[in-house]
């Protein structure tokens, strides 16, 4: 099956800066990504839509300028936290379209958990 | 409001039991794929399903898309332990451009 790694696996980072988590697809190509947070004991809330050489879509409520993200190449997708804060602590995942299959289905990183204190 | 709505909400069950969880929706889907999660990891994909009244099995699991493709359900048969985790469904409607609307997820446990 497709596999997607995510670097760091968790983190932990003072109020006030910046942290950056990378979302690869390790042995197939991802037009597209997708940035998901999970506060515990519940789903998965999608953030964003990263499109490879284009600007990220945001969904309703997400700030963009809080959450950038870079989807500089088909293998690579940065979600960059900047100035973080303690509410921002949470489990992040990422996905990638997958194509076997259909191209509905997505194949999800082991996530990344950011504390922020 | 959540698009997909997931029943029940936790279920715990003793080891060899049988049990169902529903996936529901007055949403028709395209796809719909349900995953299993492990506390501090990414969920993993168990099947999709994208034909009306298509069912698919996996060992002692057993998927069923309804006919209408608004509905789907997930059995386990014989319940072990290793079974225990988060399971979501999630599914992409026609107009959501590839996006993965997820249901608010069951937490199963299973009781040697």
């Excluded at chain 1, 696996?9 to 997708?34: H, N, P, Y």
């Excluded at chain 2, 069951?106 to 040697?112: G, L, R």
């Amino acid at each position: 099956g497709a596999v997607v790694s995510q670097h760091p696996s968790w983190v932990i980072c003072k109020s006030g800066t910046s942290v950056k988590i990378e979302c690869r697809s390790l042995d197939f190509q991802a037009t597209t990504m997708f940035w998901y947070r999970q506060f515990p004991k519940q789903s998965l809330m999608l953030m964003a839509t990263s499109n490879e050489g284009s600007k990220a879509t945001y969904e309703q409520g997400v700030e963009k300028d809080k959450f950038l993200i870079n989807h500089a190449s088909l293998t690579l997708s940065t979600l960059t936290v900047t100035s973080a804060h303690p509410e921002d602590s949470s489990f992040y995942i990422c996905s990638a379209g997958g194509t076997s299959g259909t191209r509905d289905t997505q194949y999800f990183g082991p996530g990344t958990r950011l504390t922020v204190l | 409001t959540q698009l997909l709505e997931q029943s029940p909400q936790f279920l715990s069950i003793q080891e060899g039991e049988n049990l169902t969880v529903y996936c529901n929706s007055s949403s028709v889907f395209s796809s719909l794929q349900w995953y299993r999660q492990e506390p501090g990891e990414g969920p993993v994909l168990l099947v999709t399903v994208v034909t009306g009244g298509e069912v698919k099995k996996l060992k002692r699991l057993t998927f069923q898309f309804g006919d209408a493709r608004k509905d789907s359900s997930l059995h386990i048969t014989a319940a072990q332990p290793g079974d225990t985790g988060l399971y979501l469904c999630a599914g992409t409607t026609t107009d959501s451009w590839g996006k993965l609307q997820f249901g608010a997820g069951t937490q199963v446990v299973v009781t040697p």
